[in-house]
């Protein structure tokens, strides 16, 4: 198994078409349906970057901002954006396009772990991730304080533990805006 791996190595893009079976009775996209699809692609991207066999830890927040019509395509983009010890954050963008209108808008986007596991679904241990673009960096810091509040969230940590999280409340204490 390699030691590192970059955050392109496990880049995925899916589409969809959104058909009869997929939609609410105002025929767009139902919001699990698409959940279905952001877990799916996001599994495949932390498998690529773990060689594992990985399952869903947790979904973040998920705010969908504009929801897809029936036979708009549903694109999928998700790359891991932090590997930790087990578990790797996932960061997925969605948009929806009616071709024939060329009109082409982001739905949402969400962060979801995934956690690598053995035969016998026990944690096992992933490569760490090197991202090289800008946006991949940025993407990348954040992590650590992402996880710490959804483990928080998840009831798996105490807020004292929550080391990353402290500065920023020292930077609010100290007048931050
Ligand atoms: C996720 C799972 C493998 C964690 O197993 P565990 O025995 O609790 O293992 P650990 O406490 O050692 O945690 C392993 C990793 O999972 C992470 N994790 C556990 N719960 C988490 C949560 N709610 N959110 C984010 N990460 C989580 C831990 O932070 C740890 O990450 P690290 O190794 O990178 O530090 C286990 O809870 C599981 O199998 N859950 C069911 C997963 C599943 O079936 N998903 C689909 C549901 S339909």
């Given at each position: 198994?390699?030691?590192?791996?970059?955050?392109?190595?496990?880049?995925?893009?899916?589409?969809?078409?959104?058909?009869?079976?997929?939609?609410?009775?105002?025929?767009?996209?139902?919001?699990?349906?698409?959940?279905?699809?952001?877990?799916?692609?996001?599994?495949?991207?932390?498998?690529?970057?773990?060689?594992?066999?990985?399952?869903?830890?947790?979904?973040?927040?998920?705010?969908?901002?504009?929801?897809?019509?029936?036979?708009?395509?549903?694109?999928?983009?998700?790359?891991?954006?932090?590997?930790?010890?087990?578990?790797?954050?996932?960061?997925?963008?969605?948009?929806?396009?009616?071709?024939?209108?060329?009109?082409?808008?982001?739905?949402?986007?969400?962060?979801?772990?995934?956690?690598?596991?053995?035969?016998?679904?026990?944690?096992?241990?992933?490569?760490?991730?090197?991202?090289?673009?800008?946006?991949?960096?940025?993407?990348?810091?954040?992590?650590?304080?992402?996880?710490?509040?959804?483990?928080?969230?998840?009831g798996r940590i105490k807020a004292k533990d929550a080391t990353s999280l402290?500065?920023?409340?020292?930077?609010?204490?100290?007048?931050?805006?």
């Amino acid at each position: 198994m390699k030691l590192e791996k970059k955050a392109k190595e496990s880049f995925v893009t899916s589409a969809e078409m959104v058909l009869p079976n997929d939609t609410n009775p105002l025929n767009n996209l139902m919001g699990g349906r698409l959940l279905h699809l952001m877990d799916v692609v996001a599994a495949i991207s932390a498998q690529k970057h773990s060689n594992r066999i990985v399952v869903t830890a947790s979904v973040d927040n998920v705010s969908f901002k504009h929801s897809p019509a029936l036979g708009d395509t549903v694109t999928l983009e998700a790359h891991v954006t932090r590997a930790f010890n087990s578990s790797m954050e996932v960061f997925i963008r969605v948009w929806s396009e009616n071709i024939p209108n060329g009109t082409k808008v982001e739905t949402n986007n969400a962060f979801f772990t995934f956690v690598a596991v053995d035969q016998s679904g026990r944690p096992i241990t992933v490569p760490k991730l090197i991202p090289e673009t800008k946006e991949e960096k940025r993407l990348y810091e954040g992590a650590l304080q992402r996880r710490e509040v959804r483990l928080m969230m998840a009831g798996r940590i105490k807020a004292k533990d929550a080391t990353s999280l402290h500065s920023i409340f020292e930077d609010y204490k100290n007048g931050a805006e």
